[in-house]
């Protein structure tokens, strides 16, 4: 069963707007990490934020934050002020306490606007 | 931050041959790594976990006579492509946690783009 869910294929938005990219997750650990990566075109995986199950605040990286409603089981990445480099496929991934290995979704492919 | 290394970043075997992919930690010592595959357009799928000095843990579905992996020191570990086809052709991507680390994040390496003739 998909474990993570990312049900945006293809994203648009325009420069300096903001963009909101879903991830919802399935899991009945009680101690999980949730990540995102960025993913250009050179196949790089970029980190960019990660949220713990058990902390209390919503993380933030500079532009990039995670909204995690844990009762719904989202992590939605809101970046901010996006720039034209932020073009690229986005993951969100997901750890739990059986190892640490990754489970992704299928992405979402974000296009900027000028 | 840390830096982790593949090598080759790409390569063109014919069919039959075999090829073998380093992934290297730099800058800090790795117990575990992961070898993921992504084909194109699709998500990175967990193919194997490498522990440092024991056998490496494959995911359902992955050949491990096929799919050779090696992690005999804490800063390398080595895929080997054995017989490869052109079903083999795809983005392998290594990964690795620090060891001795609470810290969450894995650390990637760029890719290797492998395309089997």
């Known amino acids: 069963a998909q474990k993570i869910t990312q049900t945006q294929p293809g994203m648009f938005v325009q420069e300096k707007e903001a963009v909101t990219l879903d991830c919802t997750y399935d899991t009945s650990d009680p101690s999980y990490g949730l990540f995102w990566y960025k993913q250009p075109s050179s196949g790089e995986m970029i980190f960019l934020i990660y949220?713990?199950?058990?902390?209390?605040q919503n993380a933030t990286e500079g532009r990039y934050s995670l909204n995690f409603q844990k009762a719904r089981k989202s992590a939605n990445l809101v970046i901010s002020a996006s720039q034209l480099g932020d073009s690229a496929m986005y993951f969100c991934a997901m750890r739990e306490t059986s190892g640490y290995a990754l489970n992704f979704g299928k992405g979402t492919s974000l296009l900027v606007t000028p | 931050g840390a830096v982790v290394s593949q090598h080759p970043s790409w390569v063109i075997c014919k069919s039959g041959t075999s090829v073998k992919i380093e992934c290297r930690s730099l800058d800090f010592q790795a117990t575990t790594m992961f070898w993921y595959r992504q084909f194109p357009k699709q998500s990175l799928m967990l193919m194997a976990t490498s522990n440092e000095g024991s056998k490496a843990t494959y995911e359902q579905g992955v050949e491990k006579d096929k799919f050779l992996i090696n992690h005999a020191s804490l800063t390398l570990s080595t895929l080997t492509v054995t017989s490869a086809h052109p079903e083999d052709s795809s983005f392998y991507i290594c990964s690795a946690k620090e060891a001795y680390s609470s810290y969450n994040e894995q650390f990637f390496g760029p890719g290797t783009r492998l395309t089997v003739l």
């Open positions: 949220q713990g199950s058990y902390d209390q």
